[in-house]
């Protein structure tokens, strides 16, 4: 993991009282790095090893969308290949965890909206990018309440300046608020303090 990656990550234990939790998962599924299941069909993860994309589609994930670049140091150089053959759809978004995008956020919203019902895990190096991008999926597209969302999202991390500013954006664009009572975008401190 790059270590501004590293430093900017604000892990917090899990919290309880999530409809689908990770304690609620398949032990199997709740192995992979900071797994998280949204719902029936939505989950979001960390990289996931080449043995447990096959347990993914063992059971019945259909698409994976990934969402950062192939040369980070845990991910999988042939991940397209393996997925494919394990007869799963396969779709990456090259987002850069220093400068995400709208337009990224789009694109991966756009294949998600084109079959709802296809159960999909989003995924990134250890699940940072992939709770952002899940948390303003399910907030403008699913009506998930806003403070549903960010204390799932908050389950692996507290979003950085940079994140916090990129969810804004994009909701401010889909003419939402990030406001909510139990809403909480204070930065997290600097590392070591």
Known sequence: MNKLLSSLLILTP?????TYAVEDADPALAEIVNFRQYSPTFASAGQPSREQFATIAEHGFERIVYIAFTNN???LTDADQV???LGMEYMQVPVDFDNPLPADFYAFADSMQRNT????????QVNARATAFSFLYRVIYESVPIA??????????????VWRDFIFAVMRENDKSPECEDCDWTLPPPRGQ
Do not use: F
Not at 14 to 18: F, T, W, Y
């Open 117 to 124: 019902d296809k159960k999909t895990l989003l995924h990134c």
């Open 148 to 161: 549903e969302a960010k204390e799932d999202m908050n389950t692996v991390w507290q979003p950085n300046e």
């Open 14 to 18: 899990l919290l309880a009282g999530n």
């Open 73 to 75: 140091q845990n991910a």
């Open 83 to 85: 997925i494919k053959g």
